[in-house]
């Protein structure tokens, strides 16, 4: 069995602030683990993904993740936020299994 | 090249009707995946082909459906409409399933039950 729990269902920043998106997941077999961004009536688009390569891994727009597995998380960061960031972003994972089991997203506002 | 390419973008059923979204993948994909999306359950997998087989099926009413065809486009069908059936329907096609493949999706298919 896999899951994905996001943290904050909705996070402010300040442009040009740090922006941090908290994704755990349970999964009892080692896991792949993605990041996908969902724009307004759009489907969604990868931002990174990890497959037990590089433990920190380099997405699209700036954005990075860090596999941390004793803390079973994968938690998404940019240094500096852009106004065309604010969308919504989940986390999912995918384990031995031919289907992705998302969080329920987090909505990432940025106040200019 | 193509992305994942849903029709229709938008759809007005009611409620007992049936329906059927369609799903075209990249070019040379071989999985495509449908996924549920409302604001109260979130991104919910419905069921997943690969060359015409149901892999991996999500757990939902048999009142959901779907196939595969030779040239990988899908269908999924939804019959007797409820209006919980309400959503964004997604479409996510990948080279292969297997787990560390990246899937892209498409636009997504507006289903509104009345």
């Known amino acids: 069995a896999q899951s994905v729990t996001q943290l904050g269902s909705h996070v402010s920043v300040s442009e040009g602030a740090l922006v941090l998106l908290r994704c755990n997941y349970s999964s009892s077999v080692p896991p792949y683990l993605f990041w996908y961004v969902q724009y307004p009536n759009q489907g969604l688009q990868l931002l990174l993904k990890?497959?037990?390569?590089?433990?920190l891994v380099k997405g699209i727009n700036g954005f990075e993740a860090e596999f941390k597995k004793s803390e079973t998380s994968f938690h998404l960061t940019k240094p500096s936020a852009h106004m065309s960031d604010a969308a919504e972003y989940f986390c999912a994972v995918s384990a031995a299994s031919y289907q992705l089991t998302f969080g329920k997203g987090t909505k990432l506002s940025v106040i200019p | 090249k193509a992305g994942v390419t849903q029709t229709p973008r938008y759809l007005i059923k009611t409620r007992g009707q049936q329906v059927t979204l369609s799903c075209s993948p990249i070019s040379g994909h071989r999985s495509v995946s449908w996924y549920q999306q409302t604001p109260g359950q979130g991104l919910q997998f419905l069921f997943e082909y690969f060359s015409e087989t149901q892999r991996n099926k999500g757990n939902f009413p048999g009142r959901f459906s779907g196939r595969q065809f030779s040239n990988s486009r899908s269908e999924m069908n939804v019959s007797t409409l409820e209006l919980g059936d309400s959503a964004l329907y997604l479409c996510?096609?990948?080279?292969?399933?297997?787990?560390?493949?990246?899937?892209?999706f498409g636009q997504g298919t507006r289903l509104t039950v009345v």
């Open positions: 996510a096609s990948s080279a292969d399933r297997v787990s560390n493949t990246e899937a892209f």
């Open positions: 990890y497959t037990s390569a590089a433990t």
